[in-house]
Every structure is written in structure tokens, then in C-alpha cells.
């Protein structure tokens, strides 16, 4: 489950470089990405994951980030306001990126729901992420990748949310 939610976040980059118009950010897609084929080739033979049917709460919860995920993502990839820059990139199209991650490793929670162990991991990291999202949302508001501070308490609620649905969806310990 660790490398799919790598693969996720390298295609994620991706489509963020892509949104931007930005080729120089494809470098880091590949770069995630190619780091997460070779610690699969590289590493102990993996037992095979079973994906089944999504899990329908974790599904759905995945499913209502989508739509506000969709929208930051596009806002960041077309941001061109005081860029902030690490290594001569831009963070925008990280930003943005970062937007379709959650999504993606929320999804893959949904699909992994079956197996307690491999749902809960990319749940809990979906999770984590949007309520780190929203906190430094709700602490520097105006700041211009900041989800300000209603959309801020969106994404930590929905953060939790998740962590108690897959908890629930995937039973006690």
C-alpha cells in the first residue's frame, strides 16, 4: 500500500505540472515516480493487494474532497501571485498536486477498506494531511495557498471524518 500511495503521489505531481503548464515540475513526478518502481523491483516480494469494491463510507468521503480538491488544485496551477520558490520551482503546481494526493490516497483507502491493515494507512496519511492543510489554513489565513479559514475548518473536519469512517469501515484492532 506504501508504494501505490508513492505511485499516487507521482501521479499527482503530474497531473499539478500538467494543470500549470509546467514541464520543469514533471521532473519531480518522475522522480516519485521512478523511486517508487524501483522500491518495488528493488525490495522483498510483495504479497499481492486485493483491491475489492470501495468501502461505501470511505468511498463517499473520498468522493465529497473531490469537487473543493478539484477547484484549489486548479487555483494553484494557474497562481501566479508571489511565487514562492524551492530548487527554481514554483510551489504552485506542488500545490496543486498536493490537492489531487489526498484524493487519490483517500481513494485508494476506499479501495483497500477490505484489509484492515492496508486501509488504514492511507486513510490515516489522507487524513492527516487535510487537517495539517486546514490548521496552517486556519493560522495564516491569508497567505495565498491557504485555504483561509472556512474552507480551512472544512478540511480538518473532513480529515476526521475520514479517520473515524475507515476506523469503523475496517473494524476494532
Same mark, same amino acid.
Given at each position: 500500500?506504501?508504494?501505490? =500511495? ?5 501521479? &499527482?505531481?503530474?497531473?499539478? #505540472? ?5 514541464? =520543469?515540475?514533471l521532473?519531480?513526478?518522475?522522480? /516519485?515516480?521512478?523511486? #517508487?518502481?524501483?522500491?518495488? &523491483? ?17 468511498? *463517499? ?7 473543493? &480538491?478539484?477547484?484549489? &488544485?486548479? !487555483?494553484?496551477? @494557474?497562481?501566479? !501571485?508571489?511565487?514562492? =520558490?524551492? +530548487?527554481?520551482? !514554483?510551489? %504552485? ?8 494526493a /489526498? ?5 485508494? $483507502?476506499? %479501495?483497500?477498506?477490505?484489509?484492515? @491493515? ?7 496519511? $489522507?487524513?492527516?494531511? #487535510?487537517? +495539517?492543510?486546514?490548521?496552517?489554513? *486556519?493560522?495564516?489565513? !491569508? ?7 472556512? +474552507?480551512? /475548518?472544512?478540511?480538518?473536519? +473532513?480529515?476526521?471524518? *475520514?479517520? $473515524? ?8 484492532r
Open positions: 500500500m506504501a508504494l501505490l =500511495q508513492l505511485a499516487a503521489v507521482g501521479l &499527482a505531481l503530474g497531473v499539478g #505540472a500538467l494543470v500549470a503548464g509546467s514541464p =520543469q515540475h521532473l519531480p513526478a518522475l522522480g /516519485v515516480l521512478v523511486t #517508487a518502481g524501483l522500491v518495488g &523491483a528493488l525490495g522483498r516480494p510483495l504479497t499481492p493487494l486485493r483491491l475489492a469494491r470501495p468501502a461505501p463510507l470511505t468511498g *463517499l468521503v473520498a468522493v465529497l474532497a473531490l469537487v473543493p &480538491a478539484a477547484a484549489y &488544485a486548479w !487555483d494553484m496551477a @494557474r497562481a501566479t !501571485d508571489n511565487p514562492e =520558490q524551492t +530548487w527554481g520551482l !514554483d510551489h %504552485y503546481p506542488t500545490q496543486a498536486g498536493f490537492a489531487v /489526498v484524493v487519490l490516497v483517500a481513494a485508494l $483507502a476506499s %479501495y483497500a477498506a477490505g484489509s484492515r @491493515r492496508s486501509a488504514r494507512l492511507p486513510a490515516l496519511t $489522507a487524513a492527516f494531511c #487535510a487537517v +495539517w492543510m486546514g490548521s496552517l489554513s *486556519l493560522v495564516w489565513p !491569508d497567505r495565498i495557498a491557504s485555504l483561509g479559514t472556512g +474552507w480551512g /475548518v472544512v478540511a480538518i473536519a +473532513w480529515g476526521v471524518v *475520514l479517520a $473515524a469512517v475507515v476506523t469503523v469501515e475496517t473494524g476494532p
